[in-house]
């Protein structure tokens, strides 16, 4: 597979070649924020992540569970906590008193924003963000047979729980090759491939295909982005106002 997949090109027509980052590409997204970054605005931001499961979807889906749970470790490694970040999963869309759950969501949204603005106090807003969340907001999912119910639980990625036993999340072909949970390289560093760091054994001649499949390399994700890019800040223009601008 490996051998055969291709490639596409700028117009999403698959070609033989595999295709590689353009560099200035990765740098321009991460530095403008089009990468999503966990600190900078998000760190100072009410977020409810309320989401439909469609990872069981015949044919895949591109809204997998596993995003939400991107979203959460950048927070947490940006900032040390992802206290402004709750996830509900499997709850219905409408605004009836059959169908409660958006229409809550919605209130408890407001509470947490009126609780933000009435407060005067001189503690950055990162921190009135974490202190206004209502008490009554928290992680949860839906079991949604005849007899319906609420799970209030964290929600994680892995693990043993109710939620994750109804709405299991599965990995991307980047994790399994090795990317962090955070999935924010665009471009990984390059380093030949280790006989080692696959959990099975390969023959001599199964090894060199290996090596001539990757022959420039697998990923290291140890080193970040190859780009050596970082975020460069909120309310960025791309022009014609010069406020700003960033390019």
Request: charged content about 25%; aromatic content about 8%.
């Amino acid at each position: 597979m490996n051998r055969d997949i291709g490639g596409f090109d700028r117009d999403l027509n698959h070609v033989p070649e595999r295709h590689q980052a353009d560099i200035e590409a990765a740098r321009s997204a991460i530095e403008s924020g089009r990468i999503l970054d966990g600190g900078a605005g998000l760190a100072a931001t009410p977020v409810i992540d309320y989401r439909s499961y469609m990872d069981a979807r015949e044919g895949g889906d591109i809204h997998m569970i596993v995003h939400q749970y991107s979203t959460r470790q950048r927070l947490i490694e940006a900032n040390g906590h992802a206290d402004n970040h709750v996830m509900q999963v499997g709850g219905r869309w409408g605004y009836t008193e059959a169908e409660p759950d958006l229409g809550n969501l919605f209130s408890e949204m407001d509470r947490w924003l009126m609780g933000i603005k009435g407060d005067f106090s001189d503690s950055e807003l990162a921190a009135k963000v974490k202190n206004h969340k209502p008490s009554t907001l928290d992680d949860a999912c839906w079991q949604n047979d005849d007899d319906r119910s609420k799970i209030d639980e964290l929600q994680t990625y892995s693990g043993v729980s109710d939620c994750n036993n109804l709405y299991p999340a599965y990995s991307t072909p980047r994790q399994v090759a090795g990317s962090p949970l955070a999935n924010d390289i665009v471009a990984c560093e390059l380093r030949p491939p280790g006989r080692f760091d696959y959990a099975v054994q390969f023959s001599e001649q199964e090894f060199a295909e290996l090596r001539e499949i990757f022959s420039a390399g697998v990923c290291d994700w140890s080193q970040g982005d190859r780009s050596g890019a970082s975020h460069q800040g909120v309310w960025k223009s791309f022009g014609p106002s010069p406020i700003n601008q960033l390019y």
